[in-house]
């Protein structure tokens, strides 16, 4: 199974956007990113990033696609102009059938869901979905789009030390699918 991992930036009300964008810019936090989403063990493969159509439309046309990764955005939109190698999708479901597709399953090696807020939705019910990414923002930015609640599903295994840029402190955290205890064999009643 590809893993499905989440990577996000949110600030401390769980904000992630404003008015379609970023309401910081943090060049550690894109490096971050670039170095997370790009990196692969094996360097015969890449990584998905999946993006919302909000999204992808935030991100500067000469950044975009966001390169050494397989662009899939997510849409309802069949007529949504896209470049040559940009894949589309209706939702989680069709991007996990993908992987397993001909063209990809043997050069992916990690699913990465960077955004928005609806696309974050639907990743977070998937089984699939193992791993979360944080760059905790220690500060608020009145942000109209969030991130959903997660502290009940997911346990802290990483948090690195504080990063300053300007009036910014950030850092960074890793979290991993709380999975629920397998009962012990030799200890059970029945």
Same mark, same amino acid.
């Given at each position: 199974?590809?893993?499905?991992?989440?990577?996000?930036?949110?600030?401390?009300?769980?904000?992630?956007?404003?008015?379609?964008?970023?309401?910081?810019?943090?060049?550690?936090?894109?490096?971050?990113?670039?170095?997370?989403?790009?990196? %692969?063990? *094996?360097?015969?493969? +890449? !990584? @998905?990033?999946?993006?919302?159509?909000?999204?992808?439309?935030?991100?500067?046309? #000469?950044?975009?696609?966001?390169?050494?990764?397989?662009?899939?955005?997510?849409?309802?939109?069949?007529?949504?102009?896209?470049?040559?190698?940009?894949?589309?999708?209706?939702?989680?479901?069709?991007?996990?059938?993908? %992987?397993? *597709?001909?063209?990809? +399953? !043997? @050069?992916?090696?990690?699913?990465?869901?960077?955004?928005?807020?609806?696309?974050? #939705?639907?990743?977070?019910?998937?089984?699939?979905?193992?791993?979360?990414?944080?760059?905790?923002?220690?500060?608020?930015?009145?942000?109209?789009?969030?991130?959903?609640?997660?502290?009940?599903?997911?346990?802290?295994?990483?948090? *690195?030390?504080?990063?300053?840029?300007?009036?910014?402190?950030?850092?960074?955290?890793?979290?991993?699918?709380?999975?629920?205890?397998?009962?012990?064999?030799?200890?059970?009643?029945?």
């Amino acid at each position: 199974m590809i893993p499905v991992n989440i990577i996000v930036a949110m600030d401390s009300k769980s904000g992630i956007g404003k008015k379609g964008g970023l309401p910081w810019h943090l060049t550690g936090d894109l490096k971050y990113f670039r170095e997370i989403t790009s990196t %692969t063990r *094996s360097p015969k493969k +890449k !990584n @998905i990033v999946v993006m919302g159509r909000k999204t992808w439309d935030s991100i500067p046309k #000469e950044f975009r696609p966001l390169n050494q990764r397989i662009n899939i955005v997510m849409t309802h939109n069949r007529n949504l102009d896209v470049p040559e190698g940009v894949l589309k999708a209706d939702g989680i479901n069709q991007v996990l059938t993908m %992987t397993k *597709s001909e063209q990809l +399953k !043997n @050069i992916i090696e990690t699913v990465f869901i960077i955004g928005g807020q609806q696309v974050y #939705e639907e990743a977070m019910k998937h089984a699939e979905c193992q791993k979360l990414f944080v760059t905790q923002i220690h500060n608020s930015f009145d942000c109209d789009a969030f991130f959903p609640e997660f502290n009940d599903q997911y346990v802290k295994t990483k948090e *690195s030390t504080h990063h300053n840029e300007g009036p910014l402190i950030y850092h960074f955290e890793e979290y991993e699918k709380n999975l629920p205890a397998i009962p012990d064999a030799k200890n059970s009643k029945d």
